[in-house]
C-alpha cells in the first residue's frame, strides 16, 4: 500500500521546513527540537479528573519524575487498573510533556490510571539507566498501589520505540519478580541491536526516522559496542552478560502482547520478529500493521484521521486485559 496521503503531507512539510535531523545536532538541542515539535500533529488533550506530577524513587537513590493521570475520580473501595508508560525518544529525547496528550488518551479511552515516567535520559545517563529506571517505577507503583488507588493484579506496560523497548525489558523483570502484568503494550518498538533487518535496509531514509539517525541515538545510550548484544537493549537478538553467554532470557510465561507497527518504519521488522519470538516461547501476541504510517504516526493523529484507528485499537487491548466492559 503507498503512503497514507497525510503522511505523506507531513513529510513534504517536513522536507519543506528543512527541519535539521537529530544526528545533525546535540543531545540537548535535540531534545528542545522534540519538544517543540511534538504536539504539533497531537491530538487534543483529554480532559482529565485529575493531573499529578510524583517524584518515584530509584535504585541508586535518586528520584525520577512520574506523571498520574485519573480519567475519574478514584475510588478506593474499588480500585483501577493502571498503564505504565515509557515514552519514545531514542533514549535521548522525549519527556512526560511530549506524550501528555498521547497518555491522556489511553487514561480516557482504556478507563484506566496511567503512569507517565520520566526516565533518565541519554548520554548523561547511559545504559542500562533507562531499562533500571523503568522497571523501578513500576515496581514502585506496584508496591504503591494502595496509596494511590491502583490494582496491583490490573497492571499493564507500554511504550512506543525506546519506550516500548522499555516495556519489553519490563516485562521479563516482572515475571521474574512474580509480578503478574495484563499487558504488554508495544508500539513500534526497537528489539534489535545491529539494525540487520531488511526494513533498515529499505527504509534508512526518507519516511522520517533514519538509519543515521537510529545510530546517533544508540550511540547517546550505549556504554561500548557489547552494550548492543545486551538483551536489555536488544530483547529480539541480545544475551545475558558478557563473555561466554550468548543466549538471552526465558520468554515463558511474560506478559500478553499487543504490538503495533507501521508499514514504512525501518523498526517494523523487528517488531514482527520480536512477535514470533515470543509466540515461540508460548505467549498470546496480537500483532497489528498499520499500512501507509511510518514512525511516530501514533503522535500525528491530530493531523492524520487514520490515527484514530490505531488508537482505538490500542485502548481495547488495555480495557480486554484488565478485564473493563465496553
Same mark, same amino acid.
Given at each position: ?23 545533525? $545536532? =546535540? ?12 504536539? #504539533?500533529?497531537? #491530538? ?25 493521570? !485519573? ?13 505504565? !508508560? ?51 517505577? $513500576? ?28 516495556? =519489553? ?9 512474580? #509480578?503478574?502484568?495484563?499487558?504488554? $503494550? ?87 520478529? !520480536? ?8 505467549? =498470546? ?42
Amino acid at each position: 500500500m503507498p503512503l497514507n496521503p497525510k503522511i505523506k503531507q507531513v513529510l513534504e512539510m517536513i522536507a519543506k521546513a528543512k527541519r535539521p535531523e537529530y544526528h545533525t $545536532l =546535540t543531545p540537548q538541542q535535540a531534545r528542545a527540537a522534540y519538544e517543540r515539535s511534538a504536539p #504539533i500533529l497531537e #491530538i487534543d488533550r483529554a480532559p482529565m479528573f485529575s493531573v499529578e506530577d510524583i517524584a518515584v524513587p530509584v535504585r541508586d537513590g535518586a528520584s525520577i519524575r512520574a506523571r498520574l493521570y !485519573y480519567p475519574v475520580e478514584p475510588v478506593w473501595a474499588e480500585p483501577a487498573p493502571a498503564f505504565v !508508560y515509557f515514552h519514545g525518544g531514542g533514549f535521548t529525547v522525549g519527556s512526560v510533556d511530549t506524550h501528555d496528550a498521547l497518555c491522556r488518551m489511553f487514561a480516557r479511552d482504556g478507563r484506566c490510571v496511567v503512569m507517565s515516567v520520566d526516565y533518565r535520559l541519554a548520554p548523561e545517563y547511559r545504559f542500562p539507566t533507562a531499562a533500571n529506571d523503568a522497571f523501578d517505577a $513500576l515496581t514502585w507503583l506496584y508496591a504503591n498501589a494502595a496509596v494511590y488507588g491502583v490494582d496491583p493484579q490490573r497492571l499493564a506496560v507500554g511504550g512506543d520505540s525506546a519506550g516500548g523497548t522499555l516495556a =519489553t525489558v519490563s516485562a521479563v523483570l516482572a515475571r521474574d519478580a512474580g #509480578i503478574r502484568l495484563a499487558l504488554q $503494550l508495544l508500539i513500534y518498538p526497537g528489539t534489535t541491536g545491529h539494525q540487520q533487518t531488511a526494513s533498515h535496509a529499505r527504509l534508512a531514509s526518507g519516511f522520517l526516522l533514519s538509519g543515521e539517525t537510529i545510530q546517533w541515538f544508540f550511540e547517546q545510550y550505549v556504554r561500548d559496542p557489547a552494550d548492543r548484544d545486551d538483551w536489555r537493549f536488544a530483547p529480539l537478538d541480545g544475551h545475558e552478560g558478557y563473555g561466554d553467554s550468548h543466549t538471552g532470557p526465558d520468554f515463558h510465561g511474560v506478559a500478553p502482547a499487543w504490538i503495533a507497527t507501521a508499514q514504512y518504519d525501518p523498526l517494523s521488522d523487528e517488531g514482527a520478529a !520480536y512477535a514470533d519470538k515470543l509466540r515461540a516461547a508460548g505467549n =498470546t501476541v496480537t500483532l497489528k500493521t498499520y499500512a501507509g504510517m511510518i514512525h511516530e504516526f501514533f503522535k500525528m493523529g491530530g493531523f492524520v484521521p487514520d490515527v484514530a484507528e490505531a488508537h482505538a485499537d490500542a485502548a481495547a487491548a488495555l480495557r480486554a486485559a484488565f478485564g473493563v466492559d465496553d
